[in-house]
Nanobody, 133 residues
C-alpha cells in the first residue's frame, strides 16, 4: 500500500511562506508507480469541510489550483525522490488548516475531477499550518 507522509507545516506570521512536502513510499499500487500518480493537496480548517488546494499531473506538466490559493501557491514534484511539494507564499490567517496530500493512482493527468476527494486512493495524515495575524 502506498503511504504518504506530509511535513513542513508550522506556525508562521501572515505574509510569510511555507513549503510543505509529501513523501510517498510503498512502491507500486495496481502496477503503477509514483511517477504515474496524479497528486493533490487538500486542507481542512477547524469546523470546516476539507477542501481542495492544488493538484499536479504525473509528470508535473499540468497543475490546478483553488481560487483561494491561486497566485500564492505552487505545487511541484520530484518523481526521482517520490516527493510532491506545496510552496505557499503571502500566507493569510485563513490559510490556517491541516494540509493533506493525496494520490490518485488511476489517470496521471489533472482534469475537472481533481477537486473530488472520492477519486483519491491514498491520503496522508496531514500537517498543521497555522498563520498568525
Amino acid at each position: 500500500q502506498v503511504q504518504l507522509v506530509e511535513s513542513g507545516g508550522g506556525l508562521v506570521q501572515a505574509g510569510g511562506s511555507l513549503r510543505l512536502s509529501c513523501a510517498a513510499s510503498g512502491g507500486i499500487f495496481g502496477g503503477r508507480i509514483f511517477s504515474m500518480y496524479t497528486m493533490a493537496w487538500f486542507r481542512q480548517a477547524p469546523g470546516k469541510e476539507r477542501e481542495p488546494v492544488a493538484a499536479i499531473s504525473s509528470r508535473g506538466g499540468a497543475t490546478q489550483y483553488a481560487d483561494s490559493v491561486k497566485g500564492r501557491s505552487t505545487t511541484s514534484r520530484d518523481n526521482a525522490r517520490n516527493m510532491v511539494y506545496l510552496q505557499m507564499n503571502s500566507l493569510k490567517p485563513e490559510d490556517t488548516a491541516v494540509y493533506y496530500c493525496a494520490a490518485d493512482f488511476t489517470p496521471g493527468f489533472v482534469d475537472a475531477s481533481w477537486t473530488d476527494q472520492s477519486v483519491y486512493d491514498s491520503w496522508g495524515q496531514g500537517t498543521q499550518v497555522t498563520v498568525s495575524s
